[in-house]
């Protein structure tokens, strides 16, 4: 499928007079440059179990977070797909969230987040100046159903009181629905640090980078496979507490004021969002990949 997207672009790129900036950019397929601190990426031909248990898993958390009686390989899809830093070695993978996305007795949510395996609380994924990678993409037979709000990639504090960054979609309850359709990117405040319409075709590549020592937040973004730009930031913004990131989908209810324990939720979900190039990086020295 990507091949073919790829293919009509340059096809249309070359008849307009602007194809040379569109083909550097088309073309660049790229591998992350800075020193990986976690690598989240997804060899191709994993096998599904391969998530479900230590003995086995190397990259992220077996048990967490997500429905009591489900294992990752009922939760994981894989599509064939890749983002931009996924090169040849890597692939997609889809969180899903269905009925049975229930975490402990959390019955408001409907979560499924990966965890790095070598993240901690108090590790190196809080400390010193790092960079988040990963890219999204819609799954059009498994839609979010953005009169909810979703989180979707966040780092939560050690205490569980907050999370220095968040990256949101749909209704934020209790704002207005007029940017549902918006992927948001949050400080713990709830401030908005950048915010870009969801693209229901295309890839969408984010990078956050998180500087503990001086509490600044930059974001770089790009669609399709184009080189990440500058989008905001350094902007300053909370980021104490340590903790670990997720990534996944966190629905939250409607209708309730408890959301982790009560309100709304339609049966029969059948929900997902594609995930490709999950990286953190050090850029202590400054590096960032784009
Ligand atoms: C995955 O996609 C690639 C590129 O479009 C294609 O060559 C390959 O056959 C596909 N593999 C599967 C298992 O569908
Ligand atoms: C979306 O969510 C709202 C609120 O829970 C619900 O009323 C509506 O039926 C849902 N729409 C779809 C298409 O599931």
Not at 37 to 52: E, K, L, Q, S, Y
Not at 147 to 156: G, R
Not at 175 to 180: H, I, N
Not at 263 to 277: F, M, R
Request: charged content about 20%; aromatic content about 10%.
């Amino acid at each position: 499928m990507y091949t073919q997207t790829l293919l009509s672009v340059v096809a249309a790129a070359s008849t307009v007079l602007a194809a040379p900036h569109t083909r550097r950019h088309l073309s660049a397929r790229a591998d992350p440059k800075c020193t990986i601190v976690f690598d989240g990426r997804i060899p191709v031909n994993t096998a599904p179990t391969f998530f479900d248990t230590y003995a086995t898993n190397t990259i992220y958390n077996p048990d967490y977070v997500k429905g009591n009686d489900l294992k990752w390989s009922d939760i994981l899809k894989f599509p064939n797909d890749t983002s931009r830093f996924d090169g040849d070695k890597y692939t997609a993978v889809e969180v899903t969230i269905s009925d049975k996305s229930i975490f402990q007795k959390q019955n408001g949510f409907r979560r499924a987040g990966l965890q790095f395996l070598k993240d901690a609380s108090d590790g190196e994924g809080g400390k010193g100046v790092k960079t988040l990678h990963w890219s999204v993409k819609q799954d059009p037979a498994r839609p979010l159903n953005l009169t909810h709000e979703y989180l979707n990639v966040w780092h939560e504090a050690a205490d569980y009181s907050a999370d220095q960054i968040q990256f949101q979609t749909g209704t934020l309850i209790g704002k207005s629905s007029a940017d549902k359709n918006n992927f948001k990117v949050l400080d713990r405040d709830g401030n908005s640090l950048y915010s870009v319409a969801m693209d229901q075709k295309q890839w969408q590549n984010f990078a956050v980078k998180l500087d503990y020592n001086k509490n600044q937040a930059t974001i770089y973004y790009s669609a399709g496979n184009a080189e990440l730009k500058l989008v905001a930031g350094p902007k300053s913004a909370n980021l104490a507490g340590g903790g670990q990131f997720q990534l996944g989908i966190l629905k939250k209810p409607t209708g309730t004021s408890d959301v982790v324990n009560s309100g709304y939720q339609e049966s029969n979900l059948n929900e997902g969002q594609i995930y490709g190039g999950i990286f953190l990086e050090d850029s202590a020295d400054g590096c960032v990949s784009v």
